[in-house]
T-cell receptor, first 118, second 117 residues
């Protein structure tokens, strides 16, 4: 079974508007971490935001926020005030154990291609 | 922030030859590095976990003899694709874990695009 599911292969958003990218996960480990990465066409993976399973508050980093709903096992990324430079692939990932803070590997979803329209 | 480099960024080789890809952590020591493979428009798939001074741990379905990994120092891991074939053409990305506050962040290299003709 897939551990990370991103159901939106592609999304469009108007510049300056907010957009939500969906991510659901599956794990039996009570301790895990959820990550979002951005991959522009150049191929580099850019870390955006992290949420530990034991963290009480939803993570925020600038224009990025993570809507963490533990009971639903979802960790949606919200990008506010979209910019043209936000156009890229976005990957949700999970690391099991240690609230996600270990050195273990990341398990990635299939990604969502976000296109920001001027 | 922590930086991970990869070399080369692009390589084209003939079928049957071997190709070595280097992954370096530039300003930190990485006891653990990861090698991922990404086909066009697909996700990153973990190939192996590279541990300094010991044998790499390969994921199921990844051929150890074909994808040789050497983590000889705390700042360098290499992936050698031996006897490459066109189906090995892919985007290979390495990453290294670095403690940043309460969590080990995983920093990714810029990737190496391998084309086997």
């Amino acid at each position: 079974a897939q551990k990370i599911t991103q159901t939106q292969p592609g999304m469009f958003v108007q510049e300056k508007e907010a957009v939500t990218l969906d991510c659901t996960y599956d794990t039996s480990d009570p301790s895990y971490g959820l990550f979002w990465y951005k991959q522009p066409s150049s191929g580099e993976m850019i870390f955006l935001i992290y949420q530990g399973s034991y963290d009480q508050q939803n993570a925020t980093e600038g224009r990025y926020s993570l809507n963490f709903q533990k009971a639903r096992k979802s960790a949606n990324l919200v990008i506010s005030a979209s910019q043209l430079g936000d156009s890229a692939m976005y990957f949700c990932a999970m690391r099991e154990g240690w609230n996600g803070g270990s050195q273990g590997n990341l398990i990635f979803g299939k990604g969502t291609k976000l296109s920001v329209k001027p | 922030g922590a930086v991970v480099s990869q070399h080369p960024s692009r390589v084209i080789c003939k079928s049957g030859t071997s190709v070595k890809i280097e992954c370096r952590s530039l300003d930190f020591q990485a006891t653990t590095m990861f090698w991922y493979r990404q086909f066009p428009k697909q996700s990153l798939m973990l190939m192996a976990t590279s541990n300094e001074g010991s044998k790499a741990t390969y994921e199921q379905g990844v051929e150890k003899d074909k994808f040789l990994i050497n983590h000889a120092s705390l700042t360098l891991s290499t992936l050698t694709v031996t006897s490459a074939h066109p189906e090995d053409s892919s985007f290979y990305i390495c990453s290294a874990s670095f403690p940043a506050g309460k969590v080990y962040e995983q920093y990714f290299g810029p990737g190496t695009r391998l084309t086997v003709t």
